[in-house]
Protein backbone atom coordinates (compact mmCIF):
# COMPACT_ATOMS: atom_id res chain seq x y z
CA UNK A 1 0.00 0.00 0.00
CA UNK A 2 1.61 3.26 -1.39
CA UNK A 3 2.07 6.50 1.51
CA UNK A 4 -1.04 8.29 -0.70
CA UNK A 5 -3.34 4.92 0.60
CA UNK A 6 -2.04 4.83 3.89
CA UNK A 7 -2.66 8.90 4.29
CA UNK A 8 -6.02 8.43 2.81
CA UNK A 9 -7.02 5.84 4.92
CA UNK A 10 -5.70 7.65 8.16
CA UNK A 11 -7.45 10.90 6.89
CA UNK A 12 -11.19 8.79 7.03
CA UNK A 13 -10.54 7.36 10.05
CA UNK A 14 -10.26 10.61 11.61
CA UNK A 15 -12.99 12.24 9.75
CA UNK A 16 -15.42 9.02 10.96
CA UNK A 17 -14.14 9.86 14.80
CA UNK A 18 -15.43 13.35 14.18
CA UNK A 19 -18.69 13.06 12.97
CA UNK A 20 -19.46 16.49 15.44
CA UNK A 21 -17.58 18.25 12.71
CA UNK A 22 -20.66 17.60 10.30
CA UNK A 23 -22.63 19.22 12.96
CA UNK A 24 -21.01 22.52 12.52
CA UNK A 25 -19.79 21.89 8.75
CA UNK A 26 -22.73 20.23 7.53
CA UNK A 27 -22.78 21.61 3.65
CA UNK A 28 -20.57 19.95 1.11
CA UNK A 29 -19.23 21.51 -2.43
CA UNK A 30 -19.42 18.71 -4.93
CA UNK A 31 -18.57 19.40 -8.79
CA UNK A 32 -20.52 16.76 -11.11
CA UNK A 33 -20.47 16.37 -14.68
CA UNK A 34 -23.06 15.79 -17.24
CA UNK A 35 -23.70 12.45 -18.73
CA UNK A 36 -25.38 12.88 -22.26
CA UNK A 37 -28.34 11.40 -23.10
CA UNK A 38 -31.59 11.11 -25.12
CA UNK A 39 -33.49 13.68 -22.70
CA UNK A 40 -30.38 16.28 -22.54
CA UNK A 41 -28.40 16.29 -25.42
CA UNK A 42 -30.79 19.21 -26.92
CA UNK A 43 -29.99 21.59 -24.07
CA UNK A 44 -26.48 21.88 -25.88
CA UNK A 45 -27.74 25.47 -28.28
CA UNK A 46 -25.10 24.42 -30.82
CA UNK A 47 -26.34 20.70 -31.24
CA UNK A 48 -29.89 22.31 -30.87
CA UNK A 49 -29.50 24.65 -33.46
CA UNK A 50 -27.69 22.27 -36.33
CA UNK A 51 -29.98 19.53 -35.41
CA UNK A 52 -32.80 22.05 -36.14
CA UNK A 53 -30.90 23.45 -39.17
CA UNK A 54 -30.76 20.09 -40.75
CA UNK A 55 -34.20 18.28 -39.74
CA UNK A 56 -35.86 21.48 -40.68
CA UNK A 57 -34.80 21.45 -44.54
CA UNK A 58 -35.97 17.58 -44.70
CA UNK A 59 -39.86 18.62 -42.89
CA UNK A 60 -40.07 21.31 -45.63
CA UNK A 61 -39.07 18.88 -48.51
CA UNK A 62 -42.01 17.79 -50.80
CA UNK A 63 -42.29 13.57 -50.84
CA UNK A 64 -43.60 12.67 -53.99
CA UNK A 65 -43.78 9.10 -55.99
CA UNK A 66 -41.95 8.71 -59.00
CA UNK A 67 -41.54 6.18 -61.74
CA UNK A 68 -38.81 4.62 -63.36
CA UNK A 69 -39.11 7.46 -66.13
CA UNK A 70 -38.85 9.92 -63.33
CA UNK A 71 -42.62 10.97 -63.53
CA UNK A 72 -44.33 12.00 -60.59
CA UNK A 73 -47.54 9.73 -59.87
CA UNK A 74 -50.37 11.49 -58.31
CA UNK A 75 -52.14 10.45 -55.16
CA UNK A 76 -50.45 7.51 -54.79
CA UNK A 77 -51.77 5.30 -51.07
CA UNK A 78 -48.13 5.78 -50.11
CA UNK A 79 -48.70 9.57 -50.30
CA UNK A 80 -51.49 10.06 -47.97
CA UNK A 81 -49.48 7.71 -45.16
CA UNK A 82 -46.49 9.85 -44.95
CA UNK A 83 -49.10 13.36 -44.97
CA UNK A 84 -50.80 11.64 -41.77
CA UNK A 85 -48.57 8.74 -40.42
CA UNK A 86 -50.57 7.90 -37.68
CA UNK A 87 -53.15 9.57 -34.79
CA UNK A 88 -50.26 10.76 -32.89
CA UNK A 89 -47.72 12.60 -35.64
CA UNK A 90 -48.02 14.79 -38.69
CA UNK A 91 -46.58 13.58 -41.61
CA UNK A 92 -44.05 17.01 -41.13
CA UNK A 93 -43.31 15.99 -37.46
CA UNK A 94 -42.88 12.18 -38.26
CA UNK A 95 -40.14 13.61 -41.12
CA UNK A 96 -38.42 15.70 -38.37
CA UNK A 97 -38.27 13.24 -35.55
CA UNK A 98 -36.93 10.35 -37.99
CA UNK A 99 -34.22 12.80 -39.08
CA UNK A 100 -33.41 13.57 -35.51
CA UNK A 101 -33.07 10.09 -33.89
CA UNK A 102 -30.84 9.23 -37.28
CA UNK A 103 -28.27 11.81 -36.51
CA UNK A 104 -28.49 11.61 -32.90
CA UNK A 105 -28.66 7.47 -32.46
CA UNK A 106 -26.97 6.73 -36.00
CA UNK A 107 -30.28 4.72 -36.85
CA UNK A 108 -33.59 4.76 -36.62
CA UNK A 109 -36.35 2.16 -37.49
CA UNK A 110 -39.36 3.19 -39.65
CA UNK A 111 -42.69 0.16 -39.31
CA UNK A 112 -45.55 0.02 -41.71
CA UNK A 113 -48.34 -1.34 -40.23
CA UNK A 114 -50.81 -1.57 -42.36
CA UNK A 115 -51.98 2.35 -43.52
CA UNK A 116 -49.95 3.54 -40.06
CA UNK A 117 -46.43 4.19 -40.16
CA UNK A 118 -44.37 4.45 -36.91
CA UNK A 119 -40.74 5.09 -35.45
CA UNK A 120 -39.77 1.61 -33.41
CA UNK A 121 -37.53 2.30 -30.29
CA UNK A 122 -35.61 -0.88 -28.17
CA UNK A 123 -35.26 -2.28 -31.44
CA UNK A 124 -32.76 -5.36 -31.36
CA UNK A 125 -31.11 -6.55 -34.66
CA UNK A 126 -29.30 -9.91 -35.96
CA UNK A 127 -28.44 -11.51 -38.83
CA UNK A 128 -28.42 -15.04 -39.25
CA UNK A 129 -26.44 -17.75 -41.00
CA UNK A 130 -28.53 -16.24 -44.29
CA UNK A 131 -27.83 -13.17 -43.46
CA UNK A 132 -30.95 -12.23 -43.60
CA UNK A 133 -31.20 -9.40 -40.58
CA UNK A 134 -33.84 -9.84 -38.37
CA UNK A 135 -35.73 -7.79 -35.86
CA UNK A 136 -36.95 -7.99 -32.26
CA UNK A 137 -39.01 -5.45 -30.11
CA UNK A 138 -39.40 -6.49 -26.56
CA UNK A 139 -38.76 -10.40 -27.85
CA UNK A 140 -41.40 -10.39 -30.57
CA UNK A 141 -40.00 -10.68 -34.35
CA UNK A 142 -41.56 -8.24 -36.59
CA UNK A 143 -42.03 -9.31 -39.70
CA UNK A 144 -38.85 -7.89 -42.11
CA UNK A 145 -41.47 -6.15 -44.79
CA UNK A 146 -43.12 -4.03 -42.06
CA UNK A 147 -39.93 -2.21 -40.76
CA UNK A 148 -36.59 -0.72 -42.29
CA UNK A 149 -33.25 0.07 -40.67
CA UNK A 150 -32.06 2.89 -41.79
CA UNK A 151 -28.46 3.36 -40.73
CA UNK A 152 -25.95 6.30 -40.44
CA UNK A 153 -23.47 3.79 -41.74
CA UNK A 154 -19.66 4.03 -39.96
CA UNK A 155 -17.67 0.86 -40.70
CA UNK A 156 -20.10 -1.47 -38.92
CA UNK A 157 -22.64 -3.00 -41.74
CA UNK A 158 -25.30 -3.82 -38.36
CA UNK A 159 -25.31 -0.89 -36.81
CA UNK A 160 -25.45 3.20 -37.65
CA UNK A 161 -23.16 5.67 -35.52
CA UNK A 162 -24.87 8.73 -34.40
CA UNK A 163 -23.30 12.30 -32.23
CA UNK A 164 -24.53 10.49 -29.11
CA UNK A 165 -21.68 7.89 -29.70
CA UNK A 166 -19.02 9.73 -31.78
CA UNK A 167 -18.90 12.73 -30.39
CA UNK A 168 -19.83 11.93 -26.40
CA UNK A 169 -16.94 12.55 -24.92
CA UNK A 170 -16.85 16.28 -26.55
CA UNK A 171 -20.57 16.32 -25.89
CA UNK A 172 -20.32 15.73 -21.79
CA UNK A 173 -17.52 18.14 -21.89
CA UNK A 174 -19.33 21.06 -23.52
CA UNK A 175 -22.45 20.47 -21.31
CA UNK A 176 -20.56 20.46 -18.05
CA UNK A 177 -18.87 23.18 -18.89
CA UNK A 178 -22.20 25.20 -20.24
CA UNK A 179 -23.37 23.81 -16.82
CA UNK A 180 -20.94 25.16 -14.22
CA UNK A 181 -21.05 28.63 -15.62
CA UNK A 182 -25.14 28.58 -15.48
CA UNK A 183 -25.25 27.73 -12.24
CA UNK A 184 -23.06 30.32 -11.11
CA UNK A 185 -24.39 32.64 -12.93
CA UNK A 186 -28.24 31.64 -12.35
CA UNK A 187 -27.21 31.64 -8.47
CA UNK A 188 -25.49 34.83 -8.61
CA UNK A 189 -22.48 33.94 -8.61
CA UNK A 190 -20.66 31.43 -6.70
CA UNK A 191 -19.51 33.06 -3.40
CA UNK A 192 -17.80 30.87 -0.31
CA UNK A 193 -16.55 31.95 2.60
CA UNK A 194 -13.32 30.86 4.43
CA UNK A 195 -13.70 31.00 8.82
CA UNK A 196 -10.37 31.07 10.32
CA UNK A 197 -9.70 30.87 13.86
CA UNK A 198 -6.59 31.44 15.65
CA UNK A 199 -7.55 28.64 18.20
CA UNK A 200 -7.91 24.70 17.94
CA UNK A 201 -11.18 23.41 17.17
CA UNK A 202 -12.56 21.37 19.78
CA UNK A 203 -15.57 19.71 20.16
CA UNK A 204 -15.57 19.66 23.69
CA UNK A 205 -15.86 23.51 23.63
CA UNK A 206 -19.77 23.79 23.36
CA UNK A 207 -19.14 27.91 23.16
CA UNK A 208 -16.61 27.76 20.44
CA UNK A 209 -19.00 25.68 18.37
CA UNK A 210 -21.82 27.72 19.07
CA UNK A 211 -20.01 30.67 17.76
CA UNK A 212 -19.11 28.56 14.71
CA UNK A 213 -22.65 27.85 13.57
CA UNK A 214 -24.03 30.78 14.06
CA UNK A 215 -21.65 32.47 12.30
CA UNK A 216 -22.40 30.11 9.29
CA UNK A 217 -26.02 30.65 10.04
CA UNK A 218 -25.45 34.17 9.20
CA UNK A 219 -23.18 33.52 6.30
CA UNK A 220 -26.24 31.03 4.61
CA UNK A 221 -28.57 33.78 4.81
CA UNK A 222 -27.20 35.93 2.76
CA UNK A 223 -29.86 34.77 -0.27
CA UNK A 224 -29.03 37.95 -3.03
CA UNK A 225 -26.08 39.99 -3.85
CA UNK A 226 -27.74 42.60 -2.67
CA UNK A 227 -28.01 41.87 1.13
CA UNK A 228 -25.33 43.29 3.47
CA UNK A 229 -24.38 41.27 6.35
CA UNK A 230 -22.78 42.62 9.17
CA UNK A 231 -20.99 39.80 11.54
CA UNK A 232 -19.39 41.14 14.65
CA UNK A 233 -16.29 38.53 15.18
CA UNK A 234 -13.90 38.28 18.34
CA UNK A 235 -10.06 37.86 18.89
CA UNK A 236 -9.02 34.93 17.16
CA UNK A 237 -11.51 34.95 14.37
CA UNK A 238 -11.97 36.09 10.58
CA UNK A 239 -13.59 35.36 7.14
CA UNK A 240 -12.18 35.58 4.12
CA UNK A 241 -14.00 35.24 0.43
CA UNK A 242 -12.83 32.21 -1.47
CA UNK A 243 -12.43 32.46 -5.68
CA UNK A 244 -14.14 30.18 -8.13
CA UNK A 245 -11.30 27.07 -8.56
CA UNK A 246 -12.64 27.09 -12.35
CA UNK A 247 -11.65 30.35 -14.35
CA UNK A 248 -14.85 31.51 -16.43
CA UNK A 249 -12.27 32.47 -18.96
CA UNK A 250 -10.77 29.65 -19.41
CA UNK A 251 -13.67 27.46 -19.41
CA UNK A 252 -15.18 30.02 -22.35
CA UNK A 253 -12.07 29.46 -23.74
CA UNK A 254 -12.64 25.78 -23.86
CA UNK A 255 -16.00 26.17 -25.44
CA UNK A 256 -15.27 28.21 -28.44
CA UNK A 257 -12.62 25.44 -29.31
CA UNK A 258 -14.71 22.67 -28.67
CA UNK A 259 -18.52 23.52 -29.23
CA UNK A 260 -17.74 24.29 -33.06
CA UNK A 261 -16.20 20.51 -33.07
CA UNK A 262 -20.04 19.39 -32.78
CA UNK A 263 -21.03 19.78 -35.80
CA UNK A 264 -18.04 18.37 -37.55
CA UNK A 265 -20.01 15.05 -35.81
CA UNK A 266 -23.24 16.25 -38.14
CA UNK A 267 -21.00 16.90 -41.17
CA UNK A 268 -20.60 20.69 -40.68
CA UNK A 269 -17.98 22.96 -40.72
CA UNK A 270 -19.66 25.23 -37.95
CA UNK A 271 -16.78 27.88 -38.68
CA UNK A 272 -17.66 28.22 -42.54
CA UNK A 273 -21.52 27.44 -41.91
CA UNK A 274 -21.64 30.74 -39.39
CA UNK A 275 -19.64 32.67 -41.99
CA UNK A 276 -21.77 31.94 -44.76
CA UNK A 277 -25.15 32.88 -42.93
CA UNK A 278 -23.60 36.16 -42.33
CA UNK A 279 -22.29 37.00 -45.43
CA UNK A 280 -25.05 35.27 -47.88
CA UNK A 281 -28.02 32.73 -46.21
CA UNK A 282 -28.52 30.95 -49.72
CA UNK A 283 -24.81 29.73 -50.03
CA UNK A 284 -24.90 28.66 -46.47
CA UNK A 285 -28.32 26.50 -46.75
CA UNK A 286 -27.02 24.59 -49.71
CA UNK A 287 -23.56 24.47 -48.42
CA UNK A 288 -25.76 22.73 -45.38
CA UNK A 289 -27.87 21.04 -47.33
CA UNK A 290 -24.99 19.33 -49.65
CA UNK A 291 -23.13 18.64 -46.72
CA UNK A 292 -26.01 17.01 -44.34
CA UNK A 293 -29.05 16.76 -45.92
CA UNK A 294 -28.72 15.73 -49.18
CA UNK A 295 -26.83 12.41 -48.45
CA UNK A 296 -29.90 11.52 -45.56
CA UNK A 297 -32.49 12.27 -47.97
CA UNK A 298 -31.39 9.73 -50.07
CA UNK A 299 -30.46 7.28 -47.45
CA UNK A 300 -34.74 7.94 -46.35
CA UNK A 301 -35.51 7.06 -50.38
CA UNK A 302 -33.82 4.05 -50.61
CA UNK A 303 -35.06 2.58 -47.42
CA UNK A 304 -38.82 3.66 -47.66
CA UNK A 305 -39.00 2.95 -51.21
CA UNK A 306 -38.62 -0.43 -50.46
CA UNK A 307 -40.79 -0.22 -47.22
CA UNK A 308 -43.66 0.55 -49.27
CA UNK A 309 -43.11 -1.04 -52.76
CA UNK A 310 -40.66 -3.79 -52.31
CA UNK A 311 -37.22 -4.33 -53.84
CA UNK A 312 -39.17 -5.33 -56.98
CA UNK A 313 -41.17 -2.12 -57.65
CA UNK A 314 -40.31 0.80 -60.17
CA UNK A 315 -41.38 2.80 -57.68
CA UNK A 316 -39.70 5.57 -55.92
CA UNK A 317 -40.31 7.92 -52.79
CA UNK A 318 -38.92 11.17 -53.73
CA UNK A 319 -37.62 14.15 -51.10
CA UNK A 320 -37.92 17.02 -53.11
CA UNK A 321 -36.55 20.30 -51.42
CA UNK A 322 -37.13 24.08 -53.09
CA UNK A 323 -33.91 25.89 -51.70
CA UNK A 324 -35.89 28.99 -52.39
CA UNK A 325 -37.80 28.50 -49.15
CA UNK A 326 -33.92 29.53 -47.26
CA UNK A 327 -33.62 32.37 -49.21
CA UNK A 328 -34.48 36.36 -48.09
CA UNK A 329 -37.37 37.96 -50.46
CA UNK A 330 -35.26 40.10 -52.12
CA UNK A 331 -33.34 37.42 -53.33
CA UNK A 332 -36.13 35.19 -54.61
CA UNK A 333 -37.45 38.84 -56.76
CA UNK A 334 -34.00 39.28 -58.36
CA UNK A 335 -34.32 35.05 -59.53
CA UNK A 336 -37.57 35.46 -60.47
CA UNK A 337 -36.62 38.54 -62.63
CA UNK A 338 -33.50 37.12 -64.16
CA UNK A 339 -35.29 33.48 -64.63
CA UNK A 340 -38.38 35.41 -66.96
CA UNK A 341 -36.29 37.55 -69.32
CA UNK A 342 -34.44 34.34 -69.94
CA UNK A 343 -37.39 32.57 -70.70
CA UNK A 344 -36.91 29.83 -68.02
CA UNK A 345 -40.06 30.49 -66.30
CA UNK A 346 -42.96 32.22 -67.53
CA UNK A 347 -44.68 35.21 -65.68
CA UNK A 348 -47.26 33.21 -63.84
CA UNK A 349 -44.51 30.74 -62.44
CA UNK A 350 -42.54 33.73 -61.31
CA UNK A 351 -45.51 34.62 -59.44
CA UNK A 352 -45.78 31.27 -57.52
CA UNK A 353 -42.60 31.25 -56.98
CA UNK A 354 -42.49 34.57 -54.90
CA UNK A 355 -46.58 33.64 -53.35
CA UNK A 356 -48.78 35.16 -55.66
CA UNK A 357 -51.60 33.55 -57.48
CA UNK A 358 -51.19 33.31 -60.84
CA UNK A 359 -52.69 35.56 -63.66
CA UNK A 360 -54.15 32.55 -66.06
CA UNK A 361 -53.76 35.19 -68.95
CA UNK A 362 -52.48 34.40 -72.30
CA UNK A 363 -49.81 37.42 -71.86
CA UNK A 364 -48.71 35.76 -68.75
CA UNK A 365 -48.13 32.41 -69.60
CA UNK A 366 -45.91 33.18 -72.27
CA UNK A 367 -42.06 32.95 -72.37
CA UNK A 368 -40.21 36.23 -72.83
CA UNK A 369 -36.69 37.54 -73.74
CA UNK A 370 -35.03 40.63 -73.16
CA UNK A 371 -33.24 41.97 -76.19
CA UNK A 372 -29.98 42.71 -74.80
CA UNK A 373 -29.57 39.11 -74.24
CA UNK A 374 -30.00 38.78 -77.90
CA UNK A 375 -26.92 38.55 -80.34
CA UNK A 376 -26.42 41.35 -81.99
CA UNK A 377 -26.29 40.21 -85.48
CA UNK A 378 -29.98 38.16 -84.77
CA UNK A 379 -31.68 40.47 -83.87
CA UNK A 380 -33.73 41.54 -86.66
CA UNK A 381 -34.55 38.09 -87.06
CA UNK A 382 -35.70 36.97 -83.15
CA UNK A 383 -38.76 36.23 -83.50
CA UNK A 384 -41.53 34.88 -81.64
CA UNK A 385 -41.10 31.69 -83.58
CA UNK A 386 -37.34 31.17 -83.36
CA UNK A 387 -37.14 31.20 -79.85
CA UNK A 388 -39.78 28.43 -79.58
CA UNK A 389 -37.25 26.50 -82.07
CA UNK A 390 -38.41 27.91 -85.37
CA UNK A 391 -35.95 28.55 -88.21
CA UNK A 392 -37.21 32.16 -88.85
CA UNK A 393 -37.58 31.80 -92.59
CA UNK A 394 -41.14 32.42 -92.22
CA UNK A 395 -42.56 35.79 -92.82
CA UNK A 396 -42.64 36.73 -89.05
CA UNK A 397 -38.86 35.71 -89.27
CA UNK A 398 -38.39 39.21 -91.07
CA UNK A 399 -39.95 41.50 -88.60
CA UNK A 400 -38.51 43.68 -86.07
CA UNK A 401 -39.09 43.34 -82.34
Known amino acids: MGLRDRFSNFLYRQIEKRGWFEDIFNNTVRYGGRYVNDENILESSDVYELLQDISNQMMLADIVVEDSEGNEIKNYPSLKILKNPNNYL ?86 SAEKVLTDKYSKGGLMAFLLKLDAHINPQNAAQSKLIKAILDQLEAIDESRSIKMIPLGKGYSIDTMESPLDDQKTLAYLNVYKKDLGKFLGINVDTYTALTKTDLEKAMMYLHNKAVKPIMKNFEDHLSLLFFGKNSDKRIKFKINILDF ?68 KKGNEDI
Open 327 to 394: VPYSTKTNIAYNMVRTMITSPDDSREMLGFQKLNTAESSKLYISKDLIAGEDLKNATDDSLKGGDGND
Open 90 to 175: TGSEFIKLMTNTYLLQGEVFPVLDGDRLHLAANVYTEIDDRLIEHYKIGGVEIPSFMIRHIKNIGTNHLKGVGILQLGKSTLEGVM
